[in-house]
């Protein structure tokens, strides 16, 4: 049986390198999560990948700056071709060839459109949800 759209869980997605993901505050995170019962309501993602072409194009609209804060080369970057390979590296690859801030992160609730590039917003945000 298929599930229409507004029974799925709103989706939130965390970019960062393995490092970052492994941050405390990430357990914290995910304590609200579970705490709140809001693992029903929001599907909470952690990519160490960099953004699709389709998902940068979708953050440079929500924030610009936030975007430029992680990925200093966007506008160069939001000009390639879906299929450059710099869209399937792992977030490490793009620290080390300097198309992301090193040990930087961005988080984007993309039912909402927000987008931060720290996890206290996030995190203050998702106290508001209870």
Do not use: A
């Not at 975007?67 to 399937?88: A, G, Q, T």
Request: proline share 4%.
């Amino acid at each position: 049986m298929f599930r229409t759209l507004q029974q799925q869980p709103r989706v939130i997605t965390l970019f960062g390198c393995q490092k970052i993901l492994e941050l405390p505050k990430i357990n914290k995170l995910n304590d609200l999560l579970l705490k709140n019962s809001l693992e029903k309501k929001i599907d909470f993602s952690y990519s160490n990948k960099f953004p699709t072409l389709d998902q940068l194009n979708y953050m440079e609209s929500i924030d610009s700056k936030t975007l430029k804060h992680c990925i200093p080369k966007k506008d160069e970057l939001l000009s390639k071709e879906v299929f450059n390979p710099i869209f399937s590296l792992s977030i490490r690859e793009c620290e080390i060839n300097k198309n992301w801030v090193k040990d930087s992160i961005v988080w984007v609730d993309w039912e909402k459109k927000l987008m931060g590039n720290n996890l206290k917003k996030l995190i203050s945000l998702l106290e508001q949800e209870k």
